[in-house]
Structures are given as C-alpha cells and as structure tokens.
C-alpha cells in the first residue's frame, strides 16, 4: 500500500513540472526569456562594457546586442516597408556601466551605420518616428563619451530615425541649461521636420530600452526612475533630467524659460509651463522610466540659482513673455561632426547678447545666424574639433 502510494506522488509530482514547463513556454515573451539567458552565456564584444550587472535585481545585457545582424547598408528597394509597431531589436534592461579607456573612435566603430552629423535612419524599414536629441553642454566631454556610446544603440534598438544635437554654451559665463534647450529647438527644426523633441542632460544613461524616445499625446517625462533618487520619482510635478515634446507641445507652452542662470528652477517652471499650456505630464513606468547618472559635482560656472524660486513663484506672469518667443542668440558654429552635430552658441547673460565681442560677420548677428568667428574664451582648437579635454 505504501508503496503504491509513493508511485502515485512521484506520478503526480512528475505530471505537474511537465505542466509548469509547457505553461512556461507556451507563453507569449517565452522566446525572449530563452534569448535572454542564452545572452547571458555569450562572449561580450567589449570587455569591460558588456558584462552583466545587478542593479536593484535588475539584471542588464549589452546595448549593443541584437544589432549586429541587421543589414550594414540601406536597402535600395523603391519602398521598404513600415518598421513593425514594436521593434524587434527591443531587448529590457541594459547594463550601464563606465569604464575608463573607451574612446570616440571605438563609439564609432560600433555604430557603422550612423552618418555624419550623428544621424541613422533604419536599414531595412521606414522608421514610424523621427526623433531630435537635445543635449546642453559645456565641459562635459567625458559624460558625452559614454553618452553617446550608450544612446546611439539605444536608439537603433527602437528602429528611430533620429539625430543628435550638442548645444554648447560658448565662453565661461554661468550656464543657462533651459535656454539651450530652446536653442536646440530651434536649430534642429531648422533642418529636419522632427516630430519629437527629447531634451536630455548629458550625464543620464538609460537603462531599458523598453523608455522608448518617441512623443505621448501630452509632454512626457521620461527620466522618472534615476539612481541618484533611489529609482523613485522625488516629487509629483518633477520634469528634470529627460523629457519629450513634440514641436506643438513646445511651442504651446512657449517653450522653456531664457532667464534661468545657474543650477535650479528651470525643470519646475518648465513643469509649471505644461500645465499653463493645457497639457499634463505623461510617464512611463517606474520599471521602464530608469536612468544611471554619471557622478559629479556641481560644475564651474553653474552656481546654485539663489533667485530660482522667486522666479518660480511668478511662472504664471512670465511665461508667455519669456521663452520661444523671446530666445535670443547667435551660433558661432555648426559641426557635423560623425557621432553628433555639435552647435555652439553664445547666449549671452542677464544684460543682454553682447557680453562677448560682436563678430565682424555683419550677417552673424541676427538672431540663429551661423557666424564664422570663435567668441572670446574658446580657442580655435575649440572651434575646430571639440575635442574631449576633461574629466569630471
Ligand atoms: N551642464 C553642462 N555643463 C555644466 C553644467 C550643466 O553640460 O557646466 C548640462 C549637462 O547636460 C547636465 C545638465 O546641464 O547634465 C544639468 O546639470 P547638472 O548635471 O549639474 O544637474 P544635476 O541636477 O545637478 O545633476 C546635480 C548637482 C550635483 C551637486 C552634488 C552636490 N551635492
Ligand atoms: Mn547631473
């Protein structure tokens, strides 16, 4: 009897992990799982940059997995199709990590089918999305390197096409991150009918490629889960670090504040600017919407604001006199340089556009037209080549 008992358990026992397994992988997303672990077991292209990480229990691939089988040059068939809905390059959690030695060249290297100016369209479909990434910048070089290696395959992942814009603060005067940011609004709709505006601090990397960079129907904050904060949003009406506008959205609400100098304030007027504008802030999940920043310190130059939150508290008064309508600058240059079009402009300060000499260029001085002239502080080298020269 007790044996025939044991028999029947091992039966039932057996039955039931056959059960288990088959329900497991008559799943719909069981092909990514199996994908998935077999990554894991794969020889990593990049030592150092590839290897997993556990983050929070999150386990991460390389960014560049998946890529490597797509076709190194464009079809030339009359009409490709439509990229599907949802890409099939899409792969989850990535591992982000910053290891010292990855140069430029190699970024390059691994992204062949980016072209000059830092664009990519996809090889083998039309892309549903055209995206402009717009990033502030100044002395940030060593950020932007690893920037740039992340993002570029970030995006070929959600089979965009898109562009990336470095907008340079020239000269030392103090930093002004939102005024940039209109800067690079206007400047990247100058040349391409984007139909979506990612405006993107240098020093966050994303971390699942499922925070896809394409519009809401409302202004979106995408940057919601960030290491610095515990992976949590730290307050409702937070819109710093990365967020995406559509061209209508932007200019309904007057696109962001000029008059912001220095560190703080411009993300919540620019949240305050949304709801001003009739729209609301859209999000993704807390699981999707997760970014590492890359550590520092408050730079040089980009003091704490101590006017931020009287300025703040008159978001209501201001905002239609101050913002897209009221942005005034010169660019002094525009590089297509391979991994990125960099845009350096001079802003300006509080008194006014001409801080810095004028430039002879009698054509230079309107408003956004490009000037041939370094401004003072920038040495040719500079000018030339942007080459990285700190680290932070
Ligand atoms: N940025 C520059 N250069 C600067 C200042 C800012 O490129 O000199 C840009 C860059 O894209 C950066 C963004 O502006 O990511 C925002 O500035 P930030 O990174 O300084 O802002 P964050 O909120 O500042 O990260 C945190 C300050 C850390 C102080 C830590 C002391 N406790
Ligand atoms: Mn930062």
Redesign the pocket.
Known sequence: MITLQSKWRYIFMFLGIQLVVMALLSREGYQKRVTYFIRIFRKPDTPGLSSRNQTAGITGGDVYANLSHLPKAHSHADEMPYCPKTSPLIGGPIHVSFPSGLSLAEVERKNPMVVRGGRYRPPDCEARHRTAII??????EH?LKFLLYYLHPFLQRQQLNYGIYIIH?AGNYT?N?AK?MNVGFREAMREEDWDCLFF?????IPEDDRNTYICDSNPKHAAIAMD?FGYKLPYKMYF??VSALSPLHYLRMNGFPNNYWG??GE?DDIGVRVSLGGMYITRPSLKVGRYK?IK???????DVNPKRFNMLAKTRQTWKSDGMNTAEYEVISRQYLPLYTNITVNIGTEAGLHLLPPTPSPGAKAEGKPADEAPAGMSAKQEETHSPQTDH
Not at 296 to 302: C, R, Y
């Open positions: 990033i502030p910048h100044r002395h940030r950020h603060q930093f991150r940039l993107h601090d240098v020093d966050l610095k710093g670090g560190w703080g993300d920043m520092h310190k408050l730079d040089k130059g980009n």
